[in-house]
């Protein structure tokens, strides 16, 4: 019989992986991006992990300590608990046998090297790209047909499958505040994943209010419209309750081609990371001063300063703020003749 393919959520689990060698380094390499805490004990580590360890101090050095944790020792029976999996990479058969039995008698997931027969999981022949993860096992049969087959998948992917992933993910909210009708919805997802694979990248907005103009009324789409005034424009997005899920298609859009963005602190953290890298984020909690009677104004004047200096500016307010500041807002931009536009919220509309 072949072996399932659970997929698991790793992300803060403890993992333990007994040998500091190079397979054990090949397995800390294949764990890594999916956020396990792992402990590795070895009498002595080789090479290739220490040179895993001294790469990981140099892109993450908040985390070294947390995510891989070295402890230079043979092995204890005491190890093994409260681990999620365990890893048996030694040179030692007999070291890798008990800790297989102990693993197995505490109903602990264990991998043996080169031992099948001791193993509660096998690692598959694996395609890790961001979101993606394929993984491809003969059981243990032939190794060399699982890398082959591997390697013939992995061609066929885009080199940017991740930004495709990301894109697609992005799209189901919007298919879920634009689109009526479950099969609908499902429908246009489809079509923008097949377009996104056959251009090998995400689309752009063009081609993607191309294929919603079908699947919505074209209003929907267009809620409003700018004019160009020589310098940079202001607009409020209507954010429910400060949920992504309440984001339209419209807003999203607004928040990718901000420069500044201004936001309530009930803003989900999820909405503020459309923004690009370069866009200033700002609280407007921390940009108001005076007495709260006052914050409308100040914001608009915020506001008014970067759009005057040709800054694209958007400000991310929930319902409860909204009707208070959006008036006084929209007020300020229209005697200084600046564009301006509101984008409303799924529960605003």
């Keep these: 019989m072949g072996y399932f393919p659970f997929f698991v959520e790793l992300e803060g689990t403890k993992g333990l992986i007994v040998g500091g060698g190079k397979i054990a380094a090949h397995k800390v390499k294949k764990m890594l991006p999916y956020g396990a ?3 590795v004990v070895a009498q002595e580590i080789g090479v290739e ?3 895993i360890l001294e790469q990981e101090e140099v892109q993450h050095p908040a985390e070294v300590g947390r995510q891989i944790t070295v402890i230079h020792r043979a092995f204890q029976d005491e190890d093994v608990k409260d681990k999620a999996f365990v890893i048996a990479a030694t040179d030692d058969e007999v070291c890798n046998a008990h800790i ?3 693993c197995r008698e505490q109903n602990i997931l264990v991998n043996v090297v080169d031992d099948k027969e001791k193993c509660g999981f096998l690692f598959p022949s694996l395609i890790q790209a961001g979101q993606l993860s394929i993984g491809i096992s003969t059981a243990g049969a032939s190794p060399w047909i ?19 992933l990301n894109f ?6 919007v298919a879920k505040s634009e689109i009526e009708g479950g099969k609908n919805r499902a429908s246009f997802l489809k079509q923008l994943a097949d377009v996104a694979m056959e251009k090998g990248r995400p689309l752009s907005d063009g081609e993607l209010s191309e294929v919603l103009q079908s699947y ?8 409003g419209q700018r004019k160009n005034t020589g310098a940079g ?5 209507v954010v429910s309750a400060g949920k992504r899920d309440n984001l339209t298609l419209k807003g999203l859009q607004e928040i990718r081609r901000a420069d500044v963005l201004l936001y309530d602190s009930n803003i989900e953290k999820e909405v503020l990371e459309y923004a690009s890298e370069a866009c200033v984020r700002k609280n407007v909690e921390r940009l108001v001063k005076n007495q709260e009677e006052e914050k409308d104004i100040q914001i608009a004047s915020v506001m008014q300063q970067y759009a005057f200096d040709e800054k694209n500016v958007i400000y991310l307010t929930s319902n409860s703020a909204y009707n208070k500041n959006n008036l006084v807002i929209e007020r300020v931009c229209q005697e200084a003749q600046l564009d301006y536009m509101t984008v409303y919220g799924v529960s605003a509309l």
Excluded: H
Aim: charged residues 30%; proline residues 2%; negative net charge.
């Design 100 to 102: 297989s039995q102990l």
């Design 216 to 223: 919505t009324n074209q209003d929907s789409v267009k809620q």
């Design 146 to 164: 699982a890398s082959k087959i591997r390697t013939e998948v992995d061609s066929k992917l885009p080199d940017n499958m991740n930004e495709i």
């Design 49 to 51: 992990l220490q040179e």
């Design 168 to 173: 697609l993910q992005d799209m189901r909210l």
């Design 233 to 237: 424009s202001v607009s409020v997005i």
């Design 37 to 39: 805490d792992l402990i």
